[in-house]
């Protein structure tokens, strides 16, 4: 079975365009988490969905920052505009939450944002 | 408060030794779940193992084992007979019943393997 895909891998972009991340879950996982992991701060949780509902966006870092989940197979992460401060490896993660107790996290392979 | 610390930054070892990652979480929930995660050079993060709060019982997998003990809230991992390649990144995390589906992860453990 396929894992969850990211894309782009790499993203190299100016500062004030928009960038926006992308990621499939694994099929049948029924939540979706973002995280972004830097040198400074490690890794942060910025949003996560349960069922395609966004449950907690707490770490989104400010309005500059989206995030969407259409479809149970796809969501995106937005920022615009996009700031040096962003550059960072950004990484999707999807799980399986049920009566099985609590569902792993799978992660993406990441994707690495540049912004210049 | 952080709730799952790895108080280890940076460990290094020669090959072949046993090496053992640390990490103590903080929880109020009765019910929960501690895992162990490896992020080669190559960037992506692998799931190692989960355990439940119910759980106390080691698990060895191959040269890994993981030691659950609830008394000193930690949840150690070793390495016997390290190789170059368990030269990774290593985070622990916690997730509580009754936060949702989150996870706390710790800020990681550097582990270089020196051949």
């Known amino acids: 079975d396929a894992g969850v895909i990211q894309s782009p891998r790499h993203e190299v972009t100016e500062m004030g365009q928009e960038v926006t991340l992308r990621c499939k879950p694994i099929s049948g996982h029924n939540s979706l988490f973002w995280y972004r992991q830097t040198m400074m701060r490690g890794l942060e949780l910025l949003i996560y969905?349960?069922?395609?509902?966004?449950?907690?966006d707490s770490g989104m870092p400010e309005d500059r920052f989206s995030a969407k989940m259409p479809n149970a197979s796809f969501s995106t992460l937005k920022i615009q505009p996009s700031e040096p401060r962003d550059s960072a490896v950004y990484f999707c993660a999807s799980s399986l939450v049920g009566t099985g107790g609590r569902g792993i996290q799978y992660f993406g392979a990441g994707t690495r944002l540049s912004v210049l | 408060a952080q709730k799952v610390t790895q108080a280890q930054t940076e460990i290094s070892v020669v090959e072949k030794e046993d090496v053992t990652l640390d990490c103590v979480y903080e929880?109020?929930?009765?019910?929960?779940?501690l895992f162990w995660y490896k992020q080669p050079p190559s960037g992506e993060l692998v799931f190692l193992i989960r355990?439940?709060?119910?759980?106390?019982q080691n698990e060895i997998s191959g040269r890994y084992s993981w030691n659950f003990q609830k008394s000193t809230s930690s949840f150690n991992f070793t390495i016997t007979a390290s190789q170059v390649v368990d030269s990774a990144v290593y985070f622990c995390?916690?997730?509580?019943?009754?936060?949702?589906?989150?996870?706390?992860f710790g800020t990681g453990t550097s582990l270089t393997v020196i051949p």
């Open positions: 969905f349960n069922n395609n509902v966004p449950i907690d």
């Open positions: 929880t109020r929930d009765t019910t929960y779940y």
């Open positions: 995390a916690l997730s509580e019943e009754i936060a949702g589906n989150q996870f706390y």
């Open positions: 355990r439940n709060s119910f759980d106390e």
